[in-house]
């Protein structure tokens, strides 16, 4: 008997139904190869959730997510809802599904594909033998802290306790433990309060679970330095939310697209949440060029992760290798050609059904 999995898709604005498409399909072509069905539900969220129900995280998605084994979600946000005086926006969806699901711990792998190397607007001797994994914290700090919004002031709040830090700070160090064993944790100790207790969380918890780890810490402005400087110094990256949010923009740039970047946020059972970094991209969506390999690859994450099949998960990223080692290029990839490199151009569609065409071969 094949396995049936419950996964709830929220595709979102902009390019995100597009590149949730691809991936929706991917996984179907994937599921007999596998022995595995699954059973998807569409539910809305953000921008397009606003205009049909007046709230970017309806009810009926909301117990759609919590009912899944898994959520593949695409992106949200869009011009038509970026009014900054509006009472309700699209992100407010995004952050109330992760706070309402648990999910503390966001992973953002990101790996320099070697056939993109000329992608990234750093030097290849910079990029070479990057791989590492940031772990955001996700559903505390300045974002979730008590604020308040007036005319003439306004604050947030970085507030976090042990526990946030400790459940957070032990996902990292157990992924650690797995790679090469080395844990950077980044704060801002000589300014914050709520960064203080941070280092210091760390540093008690990493002596008595993880003692194994190298532990380093760093501030988090030197952070955005080394990580161009010396990117393949990192293997596993802790940090709060907010600090997690900025580097991880930088760090994707390494791989050259935002296009290419997976992740996965986790709580503390199986189901997850996954989504490609970048944002709808309201600039081109609806023509069929967005790239969808980040929506695909997180797709093998979310079977990696939630769902345990680490063997469909591989066929997924070893599909998109191969699509990429053929020249396969959609346009945000275009102008990375090395010299003995051809490449052809493709949109969203054909580069689903390429990935799809190396699978289970
Ligand atoms: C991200 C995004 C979100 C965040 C926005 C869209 C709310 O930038 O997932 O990194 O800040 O967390
Ligand atoms: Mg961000």
């Known amino acids: 008997m094949s396995k ?16 949730v498409a691809e991936t ?9 190869l596998f022995d595995l069905t699954f ?4 539910q809305l969220i953000g ?17 759609a997510c919590k009912q899944a084994d898994a959520v593949l979600l695409g992106a949200v946000g869009g011009p038509k809802w970026s009014d900054p005086a509006a009472a309700v926006r ?8 992760r706070k309402e699901l648990g999910l503390y711990a966001n992973l953002r ?4 594909f070697p056939q993109l190397i000329a992608a990234s607007s750093l030097r290849p001797d910079v990029l070479a033998g990057v791989d590492m994994l940031v772990v955001r914290e996700l559903t505390g700090g300045v974002y979730f802290g008590p604020r308040q919004e007036g005319e003439q002031e306004a604050y947030d709040t970085m507030l976090y306790t042990r526990p946030e830090i400790e459940r957070v700070v032990r996902v990292a160090a157990r992924a650690a433990r797995g790679r090469r064993g080395k844990l950077t944790s980044v704060d801002k100790a000589n300014v914050l309060a709520s960064s203080r207790l941070w280092r210091q969380t760390v540093v008690r918890l990493m002596a008595e679970e993880f003692p194994d780890v190298e532990l380093e810490h760093l501030l988090v402005d030197a952070t955005t330095m080394h ?11 802790v940090s709060g939310n907010l600090f997690g949010d900025i580097l991880t923009d930088e760090a994707a740039m390494l791989a050259g697209s935002m296009g290419m970047l997976p992740s996965a946020s986790l709580g503390d059972g199986k189901a997850g949440l996954f989504e490609p970094i970048h944002g709808s991209a309201p600039d081109i969506a609806g023509q069929g060029i967005a790239n969808p390999l980040a929506t695909i690859l997180s797709a093998a994450m979310l079977l990696r992760h939630s769902l345990g099949e680490e063997d469909a998960a591989r066929a997924i990223e070893t599909a998109v290798e191969r699509a990429l080692d053929a020249g396969y290029r959609t346009p945000d990839l275009a102008n990375t050609t090395l010299p003995d490199q051809t490449i052809e ?13 190396y699978l289970g071969d």
């Open 39 to 42: 059973d998807f539900s569409e």
């Open 109 to 112: 792998p990101v790996k320099i």
């Open 227 to 237: 990580l161009i400087r010396r990117p393949a110094d990192f293997d596993v990256i």
């Open 90 to 97: 699209p992100e407010q969806g995004l952050l109330a599904i």
């Open 4 to 19: 049936t999995y419950h996964i709830t898709l929220l595709p979102g604005d902009g390019i995100g139904p597009e590149v």
């Open 47 to 63: 921008g397009i959730a606003i205009d049909e129900t007046g709230s970017p995280l309806p009810e009926a998605t909301l117990q």
């Open 24 to 32: 929706r399909k991917t996984l179907e072509t994937l599921a007999p």
């Open 345 to 357: 151009v493709v949109g969203t569609q054909a580069m689903g059904e390429i990935v799809r065409s």
